[in-house]
C-alpha cells in the first residue's frame, strides 16, 4: 500500500471513532474522492428581513472544512480528477463534431479541423526527462535568482515534483494563469 493509502485508512479509523464516517463519505463523495481537496472553510450568511442568518457552517462537517476536488488533468496526481476531465473534454470534442450539448447537429455535416496550439513556455518545469535526467546540464548553472537550473534526478510519472517550476521566482504563473483563461477565445 502506498502512503496515501494508508492516509486514507487512518483518515477512515477517525471518523469510525468520532461517529463521524456517513459524513465523511458524504464529503469524499461530494468531491468525487479527489485525492489532493482543496479544503475551504467559512460560513454562509444570508439576510432575511435585515436579520442575518447564517445558513451553512464548515464548522459542522468533519475537520471543520468543505472539500473541494482539485481539479488537476494528471492522473498520476489524481485519478478521479483527470478521469473527470477526460470525460467533460470526450463531451466537448463529441459535441463540436456531431452536435447536442447545446450545439446544433448541422455542424456534422460542415468540415472539422483539430487544431493544437502550443503555449509559450512560462519557465522551466521538472520533467520525466524522457528516460534521462530532469535538466542535464552545467551543476553552476543557476537563474538571476540564485537557483540551481538543473537536475539530474529521473522523474517518474508519478513523481509529484513533475511540472514544478526549478525556481518559483523565475517562473510566469501570471502568463500562465492568463494563457489557460484565454485559450477557448482562440
Excluded at 10 to 21: H, K, N, P, Y
Excluded at 116 to 129: A, I, K
Aim: with cysteine; glycine share 12%.
Amino acid at each position: 500500500m502506498t502512503a496515501d493509502d494508508w492516509e486514507m485508512v487512518r483518515a477512515v479509523g477517525r471518523r469510525i471513532r468520532a461517529r463521524q464516517f456517513d459524513d465523511f463519505t458524504t464529503q469524499g463523495e461530494g468531491c468525487g474522492w479527489c485525492r489532493h481537496p482543496i479544503r475551504l472553510r467559512g460560513a454562509v450568511i444570508t439576510r432575511t428581513g435585515g436579520e442575518r442568518v447564517r445558513t451553512f457552517s464548515t464548522g459542522r462537517l468533519p475537520d471543520g472544512v468543505f472539500l473541494k476536488a482539485c481539479g488537476t488533468r494528471r492522473e498520476s496526481r489524481c485519478p478521479s480528477c483527470a478521469a473527470v476531465y477526460r470525460g467533460d473534454a470526450r463531451h466537448l470534442v463529441r459535441s463540436g463534431l456531431v452536435g447536442g450539448k447545446g450545439v446544433d447537429e448541422s455542424v456534422a455535416e460542415r468540415p472539422a479541423v483539430l487544431l493544437t496550439l502550443t503555449p509559450p513556455s512560462f519557465g522551466p518545469v521538472h520533467s520525466t526527462g524522457h528516460g534521462g535526467p530532469c535538466h542535464p546540464g552545467s551543476p553552476s548553472a543557476r537563474c538571476v535568482h540564485g537557483h540551481k537550473m538543473v537536475c539530474s534526478e529521473h522523474h517518474d510519472d508519478r513523481d509529484r515534483m513533475v511540472g514544478a517550476p526549478l525556481c518559483e521566482d523565475c517562473y510566469d504563473f501570471e502568463g500562465a494563469v492568463l494563457q489557460n483563461a484565454c485559450t477557448p477565445e482562440l
